[in-house]
């Protein structure tokens, strides 16, 4: 393992943008590509060095981590010709971080072996808060020895780091995490509505219930957002929305029903056409509202 990388880092959002700037802090040379450059100008300040298209990372970097929207966007900076792929070294190590198909998942690490270059799934839960605080929690899928040679990374920027098996995955795992989340959320929001309703002070209502049975991470993070109206983003609907769609097609190919994900989804697809689709996920109870 090396002390210093040189990093590749494709799509700084919300998320991504925190993960370069811990990589930065420990002293990694981090190569960026974003479509828009004015975004990256807090961390090009910080240090980091921005390109025009992601074969001019893969060209600077031994090894490469993608975040970026949708499995649509991933085909996109792998594959086409100003790619990872056609502009890559021999050795050079890919890591998707991005929330996609497991069978995109396998079949990017396909193609890296064919390249003779070595690939992970990496999707991570956490947020933005996660994000910030080099808390996330990352499930790993793909060859292990290649999983211990990226671990001193995943440590930079993670807190609880599971290999999970082989390529896809990580994947796997995560849509698990989504579908855990997705009705979730929805006895989150129910729960603020009963307390508001039974005359209930509903901060000293969460004091209680975060520290019970009924605790999660939404609980303690997004419910407070619902209380004081914010819907930023720290994590978007729209992104919710693609994977709660993932995993219900993955959970068809496997002849499984999932009716509370399907209720989940139907809830989140209403509030995007009603114009939340940029908002956080914690939005979810303005459909109760509204």
């Not at 072996?113 to 929690?137: F, H, I, R, Y």
Request: aromatic residues 8%; glycine residues 10%; contains cysteine.
């Amino acid at each position: 393992m090396k002390n210093k990388w040189s990093i590749g880092f494709i799509g700084t959002g919300v998320m991504g943008a925190s993960i370069v700037k811990h990589l930065l802090k420990v002293g990694h040379e981090v190569h960026i590509y974003s479509r828009t450059k004015a975004k990256a100008e807090p961390l090009i300040e910080l240090g980091a060095k921005w390109y025009d298209a992601a074969g001019k990372v893969a060209q600077e970097s031994d090894i490469i981590f993608t975040m970026v929207g949708y499995p649509q966007d991933v085909e996109e900076v792998y594959f086409e010709e100003n790619g990872i792929f056609a502009n890559s070294k021999d050795g050079t190590i890919v890591v998707d971080m991005t929330t996609s198909q497991p069978t995109l998942a396998k079949k990017i690490a396909k193609h890296a072996k064919s390249l003779q270059m070595e690939a992970l799934d990496a999707p991570v839960s956490g947020g933005d808060v996660g994000a910030q605080n080099g808390t996330l929690s990352i499930m790993v899928g793909g060859d292990k020895e290649v999983f211990h040679k990226v671990l001193p990374l995943f440590e930079v920027f993670g807190q609880n780091i599971v290999y999970q098996g082989e390529a896809g995955a990580g994947q796997h795992t995560k849509m698990c995490n989504q579908i855990a989340i997705a009705t979730n959320m929805i006895g989150v929001c129910e729960a603020i509505l009963y307390g508001k309703k039974a005359g209930l002070e509903i901060n000293t209502v969460l004091e209680s219930i975060s520290a019970g049975a009924a605790g999660s991470w939404s609980l303690s993070n997004l419910a407070p957002r619902m209380i004081n109206g914010d819907k930023e983003p720290g994590f978007y609907i729209k992104h919710f929305i693609k994977d709660m769609r993932i995993a219900l097609e993955e959970a068809e190919l496997m002849h499984l029903e999932l009716p509370g994900l399907k209720l989940a989804k139907q809830m989140y697809d209403e509030l995007a056409a009603n114009g939340y689709a940029e908002n956080g996920t914690q939005a979810l109870i303005d459909y109760y509202t509204k």
